[in-house]
């Protein structure tokens, strides 16, 4: 081994144990108090009967943006349940518990067959905290393994990992691991184009492949697209870098079989998600505008410098409010922003590399805010199925880390002493202060005109944000044209501008709390958090800065103190910026040990004689972040399994339906309970059940996103809530086989009496129709949308006639006689994740109907015998029997699934075999020299 290998493998041991530390003291509850990041643990619709109306402010933990409100909430309950699933060695394909049955694989957001996300389900409730936190300590080393082989010094790469590991990727998205997942495997597809870039060998191209099937198998698409065209084309932008002889279409042809190999990998899942796109209802259609829509508001930006100004106390909630968390998917910190700006200050060897990650981030944020030109890009071919303001945070933010990383690097190594100045560059910087003044004073001027005027007239506002977009974009201009002369002050007092400028134009509406000024709030918590949020920001926007520049003009006896001392500044902001979900008093008093803290490293970097050595820095900061976490963690709720069953339920068959309103039994929890509930949320949907609930459980479609969230929550589009829909629609709640109506509050239902009262009531529906049944009469229909129209025509005819959609050319005819009521008797004698068997007795022929919905990869056999299934009443199942005693089995068996899985695992395979002997012929050419 060499001794370059030898040191690299040191350094990745030391930042491993100090990521270990860190990560441990910056969730210190989590970790040795039993405390819980669960989003579960948060939400009243979890803890069995109790419902958010008796929910009282004490009851609910605020959470101060630790998660993304619905998308964490509903992820964990499909974990435990995929979880439960896979102990007893079933992968669940299908899910029975989501509306009346719902693929699981294809879907944006399973995390199916990840490996890590299948460890993590399978290992249970306890252990999820510790692999959440892994996730961080997985993405921190990546980035540091990537930085070192790029060339850094340790300090600068144990920032970068650090810098990324707890940015607001990894933390305030922590919980929604559908994007966590992609951005702890994103440094490592980095690192493996680096390595395949230097070396296009089969070993390379394998690890890569890998690496870039995980990262598809982690299962969010729209992160896994940004998060691929970063690895692309840094991968293009190095391979400039080479001049070892080895041409560009072989390093071309190295990464191009990577990728093909790693879709292969991942067909299991990447063949039914392509499969669903093609034929299912989702939010992202080609040709859409999805790639375009719902920029970010540009002011919403000062939360990726200073995010503590978008964090505050919200009154008793059934959800968390992120305060537009979802506009921006991460920050990176004042100290971030600090030292990319100060890599611009000189040319060294990793410029280019700087620029290339610093250029990437910024376009992305750009188009993220609808600026011209650039946002264009989202009119692209599959750049217009992506919107980037939330999904594509995980690439704009490792961008900036690096950036920033080798900007550090370049402040350590490359800046000992301060260039001079010449007149030109203190009156550029003026100038470009003074346009940043004019823009400031427009965006004052316009906000005074509404306040005092009332709505203005959209050409004054339109002329108004163009001036101010003028003057901002001219001044930041003029600034890159002196930046590299300017003293580190200049570089504070830019962003100082830009604080200012933040929070003048910040937006009235992020004050708002859904349509509630927050000052019109009579909770004094609420005015006292946002009080506190804004300190927070400016002590860490301003004190950041002005302790890095105090620093930077220390003298040092060594480059390894400067780092250090540095490193433990971005550190400490890190810490500062973590979402942890305390209550008021526990953050007063992290807002004051900080501020004590801040005065000890300001006070060192005073002090000329280095008498405060390292260590003492290091102690007091562990003895205030150690009792912050212990004092906060009494705030936080304890590491208990919230899923309870809930009592009124203690009667259910197990196989017929319920259905829980205003949001009992929150939505796919009731997967956890074994509770077949109707509602539910998906991401894609089948197009049969996606028109059956838009027009049969709903009076009119619910909108266009609560189309797929079916959490019988009020929906602000129709007006209605979803007791309004089950009156209007109750023969369509039956047919779905709903036998009981679960609310906190009374309910006047059609055809249902109170079974059960109490904190949650229990209504039993008296018209509900049996889970299969059988008719003797039926129509036919040419599409889905026919049989809807046939559905609406006939609510109340489902006992005796169904409609039958003509998908085959082989139905049998009516029968000679057509009774009214048949003799028959069925009995389940199996209701599984992926098949259903049935005990059928009739007196004749007929169509049984099995009211679980229909797709093409379902196959049913009587007696052994296949036979056809037919979409029946626009949603469901229907099989002809013949009279007599039969046996019907209903079996989900996706080929779309098993084909390519056999197909990946003998890829795999392959791969694997091959590295082994390519490791064997290399170790023995090794030896013969």
Request: aromatic share 14%; hydrophobic share 45%.
């Amino acid at each position: 081994m060499s001794s370059d290998n030898k040191e690299l493998k040191k350094n990745i041991i030391k930042a491993g144990l100090v990521y270990l530390v860190l990560i441990s003291a910056a969730y210190f509850p989590i970790v040795f108090c039993n405390r819980t990041l669960s989003i579960a643990s948060r939400y009243p619709w979890f803890r069995g009967d109790k419902s958010q109306e008796l929910f009282v402010e004490s009851d609910l933990p605020n959470t101060f943006n630790v998660d993304i409100a619905h998308p964490a909430a509903y992820e964990e309950v499909l974990d435990v349940f995929i979880g439960n699933q896979l102990r007893k060695g079933k992968i669940p394909l299908w899910n029975p518990f989501l509306g009346c049955g719902m693929t699981m694989i294809g879907q944006f957001s399973t995390r199916l067959i990840f490996p890590f996300q299948m460890l993590q389900n399978i290992c249970g409730w306890n252990w999820r905290d510790f692999f959440l936190l892994f996730r961080i300590f997985a993405a921190a080393m990546g980035v540091f393994i990537f930085l070192k082989v790029l060339g850094l010094g340790f300090y600068s790469s144990l920032s970068g990992g650090l810098m990324f590991g707890l940015s607001g990727t990894m933390t305030i998205m922590l919980t929604l691991t559908e994007m966590s997942n992609n951005s702890m495997i994103l440094p490592y597809l980095l690192l493996f184009s680096e390595l395949l870039n230097r070396k296009p060998a089969f070993k390379n191209v394998a690890y890569l492949s890998i690496a870039t099937a995980l990262l598809i198998l982690a299962d969010q698409p729209e992160v896994s697209f940004y998060a691929l065209i970063l690895v692309v084309s840094y991968y293009i932008f190095r391979m400039r870098a080479f001049k070892d002889g080895i041409s560009g279409k072989k390093r071309g042809g190295c990464l191009i079989s990577s990728m093909l190999l790693g879709l292969i990998i991942s067909s299991p899942l990447f063949i039914p998600f392509l499969i669903n796109q093609g034929a299912y209802y989702h939010l992202h259609p080609p040709g859409g505008t999805m790639g375009v829509q719902a920029p970010t508001p540009i002011t919403n930006l000062i939360g990726i410098v200073f995010p503590s100004f978008m964090r505050w106390r919200v009154p008793a909630s059934s959800f968390t409010m992120n305060f537009g968390w979802d506009y921006l998917a991460g920050y990176t910190g004042a100290a971030a922003v600090f030292f990319i700006l100060a890599g611009f200050k000189k040319k060294w060897w990793g410029y280019g590399t700087y620029l290339f990650f610093l250029i990437f981030g910024t376009v992305i944020l750009l188009k993220n805010i609808g600026f011209p030109v650039i946002s264009w890009i989202g009119y692209l071919p599959v750049f217009d199925q992506v919107w980037t303001p939330r999904w594509a945070g995980p690439a704009w933010n490792i961008s900036l880390v690096i950036a920033a990383a080798m900007g550090l690097e370049a402040v350590l190594c490359y800046n000992k002493k301060q260039p001079s100045q010449n007149i030109i560059t203190p009156s550029i910087n003026s100038l470009s202060l003074c346009l940043g003044s004019i823009a400031i004073a427009s965006g004052f001027a316009t906000s005074a005109a509404i306040w005092t005027f009332g709505i203005l007239p959209v050409n004054i506002l339109s002329f108004a944000v163009a001036i101010r977009w003028l003057f901002f974009v001219a001044g930041l201009v003029l600034i890159g044209f002196a930046i590299r002369k300017m003293k580190y002050y200049y570089i504070f007092l830019c962003i100082l501008l830009y604080l200012i400028l933040a929070f003048i134009e910040f937006p009235f509406s992020l004050l708002q709390v859904g349509a509630i000024n927050i000052f019109d709030i009579s909770d004094p918590f609420v005015h006292l958090s946002v009080l506190m949020g804004m300190l927070e920001a400016v002590l860490a926007g301003i004190g950041i800065p002005f302790i890095l520049l105090l620093l930077l003009n220390k003298e040092y006896r060594n480059i390894e103190e400067k780092g250090f001392i540095i490193t433990a500044v971005i550190t400490f902001e890190l810490f500062f910026n973590l979402t942890l979900g305390f209550d008021e008093t526990a953050r007063a008093v992290r807002l004051l040990i900080y501020t004590v803290l801040y005065a000890v490293f300001i006070l060192y970097a005073i002090k000329k004689d280095n008498s405060l050595k390292r260590g003492r820095i290091a102690f007091i900061s562990a003895v205030g972040l150690i009792l912050t976490g212990y004092i906060g963690s009494g705030s936080l709720p304890e590491r208990d399994k919230p899923f309870k069953y809930p009592s009124a339920l203690s009667d259910y068959d197990g196989i017929s339906r319920v259905m829980g309103i205003q949001g009992v039994t929150f939505p796919n929890s009731a997967a956890i309970y074994g509770i077949k509930d109707i509602k539910s949320i998906v991401s894609t949907s089948i197009e049969r059940f996606q028109l059956f609930q838009d027009y049969c459980l709903s009076v009119i479609p619910q909108g266009k996103y609560k189309s797929l969230w079916f959490t019988g929550v009020f929906d602000k589009t129709t007006g209605l809530d979803i007791s309004d829909n089950i009156r209007e629609r109750s023969s369509y709640y039956s047919l779905a086989g709903i036998s009981s109506y679960l609310s906190s509050q009374y309910e006047e239902l059609p055809d249902t009496i109170l079974a059960e009262d109490g904190v949650m009531k229990r209504y039993k529906n008296l018209s509900v129709m049996p889970r299969a049944f059988i008719v003797s009469d039926w129509s036919f229909s040419d599409s889905p949308h026919s049989s809807l129209d046939w559905m609406l025509r006939n609510p109340d005819n489902f006992h005796n006639k169904a409609v039958i959609e003509n998908i085959y050319s082989d139905i049998p005819g009516l029968p000679e006689e057509i009774k009214e009521e048949l003799d028959y008797e069925i009995e389940f004698l199996d209701y599984g994740l992926n098949s259903v068997t049935l005990k059928v007795r009739s007196s004749s022929a007929g169509l049984l109907v099995l009211t679980d919905t229909f797709h093409p990869e379902w196959v049913a056999r009587i007696n052994g015998i296949k036979q056809r299934i037919y979409p029946v009443n626009l949603s469901f199942r229907g099989v002809f029997i013949e009279p007599g005693i039969n046996k019907l089995e209903f079996r989900y068996e996706p080929k779309s699934f098993y084909i390519p899985l056999f197909i990946s695992i003998l890829t795999l395979c392959g791969i694997l075999a091959a590295m082994l002997i390519s490791h064997s012929v290399e170790k023995h050419k090794r030896f013969k020299k």
